[in-house]
């Protein structure tokens, strides 16, 4: 079993920036997912385990950076020029590639960080 423990949310104001962490071991894809509320969770960004490739969605790209730090067993996501609608509980989730990052099977799931982003 994988645990995942997700760090660094918090409240800030729009056009700030925030950094989760993702304390993760083993050698998994790590995505990064959020889900604000009514909504329905979506994907964010991903990164391979060598951190060589990444993935985002189109909502964030430009705005937010996923990397890693395997000595640490660490993956970041780097939020830039928050929006309002960036508001949600993020998680972090492992997976398997089925080939790319846009094939992923997610195994396992953290119990999320808040981010609330105020105007």
């Known amino acids: 079993q994988v645990q995942l423990v997700e760090s660094g949310g918090g409240l800030v104001q729009a056009g700030g920036s925030l950094r989760l962490s993702c304390a993760a071991s083993?050698?998994?894809?790590i995505g990064w997912f959020r889900q604000a509320p009514g909504k329905e969770r979506e994907f964010v960004a991903s990164?391979?385990?060598?951190?060589?490739?990444?993935y985002y969605a189109d909502s964030v790209k430009g705005r937010f950076n996923i990397s890693r730090d395997n000595d640490k067993n660490t993956v970041y996501l780097q939020m830039n020029s928050l929006k309002t609608e960036d508001t949600a509980v993020y998680y972090c989730?492992?997976?398997?590639?089925?080939?790319?990052?846009?094939?992923?099977?997610?195994?396992?799931w953290g119990q999320g960080t808040q981010v609330t982003v105020s105007s």
């Open positions: 990164i391979s385990w060598s951190g060589s490739s990444t």
């Open positions: 989730s492992a997976g398997t590639t089925l080939g790319s990052l846009t094939r992923v099977e997610y195994l396992y």
């Open positions: 083993g050698r998994y894809v």
